[in-house]
């Protein structure tokens, strides 16, 4: 049972243009959302984070939209650039003294000049 | 380098063969997760540490599979008799203790190819 579910699979996007990626959630004991970056023969790197009880976080060119009440949440990228080209994942974690991350399938984003 | 190193980048093997791999995290971390991805997948979660102790393991970390992190520093994942289904990119990530949970420093992975 997937218990995040992230769409779309593949985003094109000029650069400049505002990519938005959708994730959702079934399990409510999740409490800490991060977004990770992954580049092509690297490890995910942590991107932006938000809690539930946030309905928007912002850093830098990205920004995080949280609907408690829908179980969903996205990333949106300001004025992409082709640097931004990666594998963008959706994650959640469940409280209650647990780590283990649960992650999305992934978005590999193509930003084109 | 004081990011999270791991050893071997690469491993191919042959069936029924047994593997290790081994992680260094950065050195004041000490929580330590192992986690698999395969291609075109997320990481999946496989077993958490604080210091020493195995604290949380993934129902996919079968018999064959064991990890260890003697004296709270480096931790080695070992795959015994490894099968195709075992073909993928093996994470290390590690955190502080002051970082929320889901907040990981990962390592460039350990790609195993089974034959």
């Known amino acids: 049972q997937q218990q995040v579910k992230q769409s779309p699979q593949s985003l094109i996007v000029q650069k400049g243009g505002i990519p938005i990626i959708n994730c959702a959630y079934e399990n409510t004991a999740f409490d800490y959302f991060p977004w990770y970056q992954q580049f092509p023969g690297k490890g995910p790197a942590l991107l932006i984070a938000i809690r539930p009880d946030v309905s928007e976080k912002k850093e830098g060119r990205f920004t995080i939209s949280f609907n408690k009440s829908a179980k969903q949440f996205s990333l949106h990228i300001m004025d992409s650039q082709p640097g931004d080209s990666a594998t963008y994942f959706c994650a959640a974690v469940r409280g209650a003294g647990s780590y283990q991350l649960t992650f999305g399938k992934g978005t590999k984003l193509s930003v084109i000049p | 380098d004081t990011g999270v190193s791991q050893d071997p980048r690469h491993k191919i093997t042959k069936r029924g063969q047994n593997v290790t791999f081994r992680c260094d995290p950065i050195s004041e971390h000490n929580?330590?997760?192992?986690?698999?991805?395969t291609l075109g997948q997320g990481p999946e979660f496989l077993t958490y540490f604080?210091?020493?102790a195995q604290l949380e393991k993934s129902r996919l970390l079968s018999d064959r599979f064991s990890a260890e992190r003697p004296k709270g520093s480096f931790s080695t994942l070992e795959i015994q008799r490894t099968e195709q289904g075992d073909s993928a990119m093996y994470l290390c990530a590690s955190s502080l203790d002051l970082w929320r949970a889901g907040e990981l420093f990962f390592g460039e992975g350990s790609r195993l190819t089974v034959l």
């Open chain 2, 50 to 52: 604080q210091n020493e």
């Open chain 2, 31 to 37: 929580r330590l997760y192992w986690y698999r991805q």
